[in-house]
């Protein structure tokens, strides 16, 4: 299912970022993927779930392998008990600007009795290692991790420092962890240009054919709405038309049945344009042309069929949570509903929330914010985007890298608005049913998988960082 590429440890490679070449001894890479193999189990076993988080013990344990390695690690307590990030640097000349390695210790809940392994004791089985957070993103930790370690016991002389930061929170919006660590320990990264973070994975299809490796250059923003309707209350038995609940169900109605509005953005024009060989015979063409295809409705129910794609084309509403009442035979006097909405880069709330109100289509209804989180692009032409395609150009078979808009949402936005060009990129193939186990149940990962991660980190941190 999963492609493989042994490289032998006698093997030299290349390492180069603008040209000129340096030499280094290839470390052992079946060694390093089994040793991180090895510390996901352990990570897994420490139950990180936010709420409450706990990521205290996950920043030590981090911190812990670190200096055992010889690497200088911090814990940083974030505010609240037990919540802490781990911050460590590899030291280089200095002649270019630091790589950021970003990665989030806290993960979401699960219930146990709906899994097929247990999901806190990161066992191995047929192949995968099994656990919560094996995919969404203690695997991108320890895959970052790993790759430093390599960098430190291979004695490769860096121009740019490489700094490791993993943050509890991230779950829950990071007020505790990469928000936190971005308005007390700005000065740490100040001098960063690059960082790496989750976000766009190697996407392979049912079969494990690897289509393509995405890399997320931009994600959507954040707006989360509360819509509130107020009316008269009264008994159930007389109704009353102009009821709290019936006004919102009639603008949400309204809402619900708009016609989908597309924008079809440069960098994801070029994403589908890239990735349309792989596409289905039917959509290839509009992959290539996505204005002429947003046109013909045939076309359209087709491409919205994906959905983690479409979200792409267009800014989103999804109806979350609705509330009224609190008796059968009672009609209350207020009524609200939540709506999780995500942008595309450069869209103003006022300017959404406004095209919200026209479509509602009701002035006595109540629109308030509840959450706003604005997302920078990076840009996609850069030494690290070009390092990605080189170590991606060594596959076999070899795959396009593809600029990506991701419909969700990751700390890399504290550290775009710090003026860091932060790109979401685990080298990791994911075909659909993995994906589906991202706050999922039955999350895990192919260890054949890992240990491809781990090289290919290696590889493009060679590329970016070593001394020229």
């Known amino acids: 299912m999963w492609q493989f590429k042994r490289v032998l440890s006698l093997f030299t490679v290349a390492i180069t970022s603008a040209g000129t070449t340096a030499i280094a001894a290839a470390p052992d890479y079946d060694k390093s993927g089994q040793e991180a193999a090895d510390l996901l189990s352990h990570y897994l076993q420490i139950d990180t779930t936010n709420p409450p988080g706990n990521e205290r013990l996950g920043a030590q344990y981090l911190a812990d392998i670190l200096k055992k390695n010889g690497i200088d690690a911090q814990v940083f307590p974030t505010g609240q008990p037990n919540r802490a990030c781990c911050y460590a640097r590899l030291q280089g000349s200095g002649k270019k600007k630091a790589i950021v390695l970003l990665n989030h210790i806290d993960v979401v809940p699960v219930q146990a009795k709906d899994w097929k392994y247990p999901p806190f004791k990161g066992e191995v089985h ?23 370690l390599m960098l430190k016991r291979n004695n490769i002389k860096l121009d740019r420092d490489i700094i490791f930061v993993a943050t509890p929170d991230e779950e829950e919006g990071a007020d505790q962890g990469a928000k936190w660590f971005k308005e007390h320990k700005a000065d740490l990264v100040k001098d960063a240009e690059f960082l790496i973070n989750e976000g766009a994975n190697i996407e392979a299809d049912s079969s494990g054919k690897t289509l393509y490796w995405g890399v997320d250059v931009a994600e959507k923003s954040v707006l989360w709405l509360q819509i509130k309707a107020t009316g008269h209350a009264g008994h159930g038995s ?22 989908v509005q597309f924008t079809i953005l440069p960098v994801v024009q070029q994403y589908f344009r890239e990735i349309a060989d792989q596409a289905p015979p039917e959509l290839r063409d509009a992959y290539k042309d996505l204005a002429a295809a947003t046109k013909d409705p045939q076309m359209v129910k087709l491409l919205l069929e994906d959905h983690l794609k479409s979200a792409m084309l267009r800014n989103t509403v999804s109806l979350t949570e609705l509330k009224a009442g609190y008796k059968t035979n009672v009609i209350p006097g207020e009524a609200t509903a939540q709506l999780d909405c995500r942008l595309l880069p450069d869209v103003k709330p006022d300017q959404f929330i406004a095209e919200i109100r026209k ?55 504290w550290f775009r608005e710090l003026g860091i060009t932060s790109y979401g990129w685990e080298p990791v193939e994911c075909d659909p049913e993995h994906l589906g186990t991202v706050h999922g149940i039955n999350e895990r990962i192919p260890l054949v998988g890992l240990s491809n991660s781990v090289r290919r980190c290696y590889q493009v941190l060679l590329k970016l960082a070593a001394a020229q």
């Open 238 to 259: 007389m109704p009353l038309p102009d009821a709290a609940p019936n006004k919102l169900v009639r603008a949400l109605t309204r809402l619900v049945d708009a016609p």
């Open 359 to 413: 479509i509602l289509d009701d002035p006595s209804l109540e629109v308030s914010t509840l959450e706003w989180e604005h997302a920078m692009p990076s840009s996609a032409d850069t030494e690290l985007f070009r390092a990605i395609q080189a170590v991606a150009a060594t596959e076999k078979p070899a795959v396009p890298v593809v600029p990506l808009v991701v419909g969700w949402f990751t700390d890399s936005h």
């Open 126 to 148: 047929d192949g995968e290692l099994w656990g919560r957070g094996a995919l969404d993103m203690k695997n991108v930790g320890i895959m970052e991790l790993e790759a430093m």
